[in-house]
């Protein structure tokens, strides 16, 4: 893997390209600028298209937690690693992804998820409200919204 990579601001246009992204992420070796929404969905939905569900799931949050570790972020009642945030994100990627044909390829189907959702970073504030969402409860472990349930938002 080289030094840095590249995560480009409209589609992948290689499987090699997204595997660089994940090989960094494994790494902790995202810059910090980098590390964003529209790189957590390409992580997420990388996760769910090469894994099931709940390997999946522990590979995503374990990579966040060691990311964060390597770069010192620290997990605060502010800032940090968001369990259900995380997890709210990982659902509707999933839910995305299983919309979509099964003609599409590993490469198309992650490039749509993350168009879908790179502009909709605060899409949970329709799922939950501020205080909800922002409390350390709902950081530390998956709370169910509180405003609007998460298939609402998750294409049929």
Do not use: Q
């Amino acid at each position: 893997m080289s030094d840095t990579v590249t995560i480009p601001a409209m589609s992948f246009e290689s499987l090699e390209e997204v595997r660089r992204v994940i090989e960094a992420f494994e790494a902790g070796a995202i810059p910090k600028p980098d590390w964003n929404h529209r790189t957590h969905l390409v992580v997420a939905s990388w996760y769910l298209e090469h894994f099931d569900e709940e390997e999946a799931r522990d590979r995503v949050v374990t990579g966040i937690l060691r990311y964060n570790r390597l770069n010192g972020i620290e997990r605060t009642r502010t800032s940090g690693y968001h369990e259900t945030l995380t997890l709210f994100w990982l659902a509707l990627a999933r839910g995305f992804l299983k919309s979509l044909p099964e003609s599409a390829t590993s490469l198309e189907r992650i490039n749509r998820c993350v168009t879908a959702y790179e502009g909709k970073r605060d899409l949970f504030l329709e799922h939950y409200r501020a205080e909800t969402i922002w409390s350390w409860d709902a950081r530390r472990a998956w709370t169910e919204p509180d405003r609007m349930p998460l298939s609402e938002s998750i294409p049929r």
